[in-house]
């Protein structure tokens, strides 16, 4: 990940784009890449667009991945740690007891 984010920022500052940075307009940003990559299955069935636009999705999973790493970096976000305390509290909301198999919300189980 910190790769990762070391070339997104190397990207990023070799264009002086940190001026137009902040977690407000990054968020936004990681939310219109996330509604990109919904539009390219709306209103097709989910295997026709995964096997006709792979490489739209492939993109579209790239740019929220570069917003994902540039705000976490930029609001100082351990974001592999965030990813696993995320994992730990999920873990407890959903034993797998309870879960096994079920689409329900844990405040359902």
């Known amino acids: 990940m910190q790769e990762l984010t070391s070339k997104i920022i ?25 509604s990109e990559l919904l539009e390219l ?8 667009v995964v096997k ?13 991945l570069y917003y994902v790493l540039l705000m976490s970096h930029d609001v100082g976000i351990d974001i592999e740690e965030a990813l696993e305390s995320k994992l730990r509290k999920n ?3 959903y034993p797998i007891e309870k879960a096994y198999g079920s689409n329900k919300k844990y405040t359902e189980l």
């Open 10 to 34: 190397r990207f990023r500052d070799e264009r002086n784009w940190r001026q137009f940075h902040n977690a407000k307009d990054l968020a936004i940003s990681l939310s219109l890449e996330a």
């Open 41 to 48: 299955f709306q209103w097709k069935q989910n295997d026709e």
């Open 52 to 64: 006709e636009n792979l490489e739209g999705i492939k993109d579209e999973l790239a740019d929220v």
């Open 91 to 93: 873990e407890r909301k």
